[in-house]
């Protein structure tokens, strides 16, 4: 019987399957392409930084949940970049105080750089900060705010490494890459030529893309050897690469059941017990796209009939795939959605209609594990303390 089908079996749906095996896999791939060290982007998915630890150099965590989460993890205070738009006092207090290995910081702002200066003074800790340049959104500081933070830095604790650069995900175009990489090497000419000052290292994150839908090409092999070729010529003498969907991707499977079956001059709806609450695939609207998927049990069945597949979560938008055609379903028979490790255990909308958040079973060394339980959110929609 094959591991799905145990799952199904043993914690029912919906369900998240993370499937370290894969995931390791997948890192070692990517390592191999692209040769540089890799950097996790955590928010892709909490639940498996621990089985790549080895494997990645750096975890990037954006905020004091990520950072709980890693820690508990027992995640290496020296594998970890302290990153984020929103660097609060008590949360860097906190970190700099109580996890003196932790070294590296990201700096997105002027008052960030002023705030992790002056912790680092008073706690007499050495920090080591990569400054994220911005291109244009709320993320990261000018090239000005570059010169000025250079400028200012007259503290040996505050140790500028170099740069990070991320410019968004799901990033198709080698020109659009090869242009960032020019951009850098630009700026850190200009960085050495204008205030003396070597840039060494570059965290970049070239949002590395995940082909999602059945009838898309994608030579991937290929397009890493680009990238690799690109980061090549950076002019540094650390890179990093900073990744969270390209890692995470493929070791997800979502596992939801046919709760009900209807035809009407529309057409025939399956109707399933998660919805899109739980299944973010970039680039998916209203289920126009055919994702990669199985159906248990597996049957050798020729016959085909169309359906479109709906979520339970009472809105119209819960498509998850328009015009699909498959074999006859029945209910009970359950989809295992693919390639759903990064983002849809994150980035979800979780609360709507107040349904069950869905049960997470990892899979590492070929073992099961529970990692988290179905939790009710009718409790976080729940208005509490009100008398009468
Ligand atoms: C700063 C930063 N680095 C890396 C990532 C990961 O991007 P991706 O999942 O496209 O690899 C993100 C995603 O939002 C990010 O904000």
């Given at each position: ?37 890799l950097?996790y ?60 290995n932790i070294?590296?910081?990201t ?58 650069y991320?410019?968004?995900t ?5 020109t659009?890459?090869e ?52 980061l ?18 493929s ?11 209807k ?39 020729k ?25 006859p ?8 959605f ?50 009468e």
């Amino acid at each position: 019987m094959s591991k799905i089908n145990d799952i199904i079996k043993e914690y029912g749906t919906p369900t998240y399957v993370f499937d370290g095996d894969i995931l390791r896999k997948r890192v070692l791939y990517l390592q191999e392409k692209l040769k540089y060290d890799l950097v996790y982007a955590v928010k892709a998915n909490t639940f498996i930084p621990k089985i790549i630890e080895d494997l990645v150099a750096r975890y990037e965590i954006c905020s004091p949940g990520e950072f709980t989460i890693c820690s508990d993890l027992r995640i290496n205070q020296n594998q970890m970049v302290i990153s984020g738009v929103y660097k609060d006092y008590n949360s860097i207090f906190m970190m700099m105080h109580d996890y003196p290995n932790i070294l590296r910081y990201t700096i997105e702002s002027f008052n960030q750089y002023e705030l992790l200066k002056k912790l680092a003074l008073e706690l007499n800790r050495p920090i080591h900060l990569l400054l994220r340049v911005t291109n244009g959104n709320q993320f990261g500081i000018t090239e000005k705010e570059v010169f000025e933070i250079i400028k200012h830095n007259d503290s040996d604790l505050i140790i500028i490494d170099g740069l990070e650069y991320f410019t968004g995900t799901q990033k198709h175009s080698l020109t659009k890459i090869e242009k960032e990489i020019n951009y850098l090497n630009d700026l850190i000419k200009k960085i050495k030529t204008e205030a003396n000052f070597t840039i060494k290292e570059v965290e970049y994150g070239p949002g590395l893309p995940v082909f999602y839908y059945q009838d898309e090409e994608f030579l991937e092999d290929e397009f890493l050897n680009n990238i690799k070729n690109l980061l090549d010529t950076l002019n540094v003498s650390k890179v990093t690469i900073e990744i969270g969907r390209s890692i995470a991707a493929s070791c997800g499977s979502y596992l939801t059941k046919v709760v009900d079956l209807k035809t009407n001059k529309n057409g025939n709806f399956a109707i399933l017990d998660g919805g899109i609450n739980h299944l973010v695939y970039y680039g998916q609207t209203m289920g126009m796209k055919i994702p990669y998927y199985e159906i248990y049990p597996i049957k050798d069945t020729k016959e085909r009939l169309d359906y479109h597949l709906c979520g339970s979560l009472c809105t119209i938008n819960d498509f998850l795939v328009k015009n699909i055609e498959t074999r006859p379903l029945q209910l009970d028979d359950v989809f295992v959605f693919q390639k759903v490790g990064a983002y849809s255990v994150t980035e979800g909308i979780s609360l709507f209609l107040s349904r069950d958040l869905p049960k997470v079973v990892l899979i590492k060394n070929a073992k099961v594990y529970l990692v988290r339980d179905k939790i009710k959110t009718s409790e976080f929609n729940f208005p509490k303390n009100v008398k009468e």
